[in-house]
């Protein structure tokens, strides 16, 4: 029992404490900012919480197996590195095989930019950086990849939204993108408890 409520509670703290908008800048590339449909930010945050999921078990074994060692920064990010690429090559062998062509051509579409994002590894640096067990790590994987994925379907719908307001011409766009985010990064901020600045 107090291993489900420790999955747990780490899942929650990074779905709920960790700012996702603009903390970790959702792996910020032309992928994640300009998804054109709610069934694909589900696809890719999907795919990024299933690489996350299944990663952090490898990424729970290299923090164990390092523990101690002097060289424990050098070595880390490369053993990082050979667990989410040996998850990425063994899940499209397996994908390939388990889902029919159409299906698997829009999963191997977003499966390198889910694998390969920022978000997946600061989940990770943060769950080293907070001597989490496997237990904790597993569940801090999920909530970060449920996590993004709402932020994904924020931006989607927040960029659905803006485009219909009256938007000045000079904010029209990105801009006015990135101050919708950064005011609710900065709700969230307050939400978790944060005073901010005066």
Same mark, same amino acid.
């Given at each position: 029992?107090?291993?489900?409520?420790?999955?747990?509670?780490?899942?929650?703290?990074?779905?709920?404490?960790?700012?996702?908008?603009?903390?970790?800048?959702?792996?910020?590339?032309?992928?994640?900012?300009?998804?054109?449909?709610?069934?694909?930010?589900?696809?890719?945050?999907?795919?990024?919480?299933?690489?996350?999921?299944?990663?952090?078990?490898?990424?729970?074994?290299?923090?164990?197996?390092?523990?101690?060692?002097?060289?424990?920064?050098?070595?880390?990010?490369?053993?990082?590195?050979?667990?989410?690429?040996?998850?990425?090559?063994?899940?499209?062998?397996?994908?390939?095989?388990?889902?029919?062509?159409?299906?698997?051509?829009?999963?191997?579409?977003?499966?390198?930019?889910?694998?390969?994002?920022?978000?997946?590894?600061?989940?990770?640096?943060?769950?080293? /950086?907070?001597?989490?067990?496997?237990?904790?790590?597993?569940?801090?994987?999920?909530?970060?990849?449920?996590?993004?994925?709402?932020?994904?379907?924020?931006?989607?719908?927040?960029?659905?939204?803006?485009?219909? /307001?009256?938007?000045?011409?000079?904010?029209?766009?990105?801009?006015?993108?990135?101050?919708?985010?950064?005011?609710?990064?900065?709700?969230?901020?307050?939400?978790?408890?944060?005073?901010?600045?005066?």
């Amino acid at each position: 029992m107090e291993l489900i409520a420790t999955f747990f509670g780490a899942a929650l703290t990074a779905l709920a404490l960790e700012n996702a908008v603009i903390a970790r800048a959702l792996g910020l590339g032309r992928e994640s900012m300009f998804i054109r449909s709610p069934g694909r930010c589900v696809l890719f945050g999907g795919m990024l919480t299933y690489m996350a999921l299944l990663s952090s078990c490898l990424v729970a074994l290299v923090n164990f197996l390092l523990a101690g060692s002097p060289h424990i920064l050098i070595i880390r990010p490369l053993g990082y590195l050979a667990g989410v690429i040996i998850i990425y090559l063994m899940s499209g062998k397996i994908f390939r095989h388990t889902f029919s062509e159409p299906v698997f051509a829009k999963i191997k579409e977003v499966m390198p930019t889910a694998t390969l994002n920022s978000a997946l590894f600061g989940a990770f640096y943060i769950s080293a /950086s907070q001597n989490f067990g496997t237990v904790q790590t597993l569940g801090y994987a999920l909530g970060a990849g449920v996590g993004y994925t709402l932020a994904l379907l924020i931006i989607y719908y927040a960029r659905k939204r803006l485009a219909i /307001s009256p938007v000045p011409r000079s904010f029209k766009g990105m801009p006015i993108l990135l101050i919708y985010l950064g005011l609710i990064s900065l709700a969230l901020y307050g939400l978790i408890g944060h005073a901010l600045p005066t």
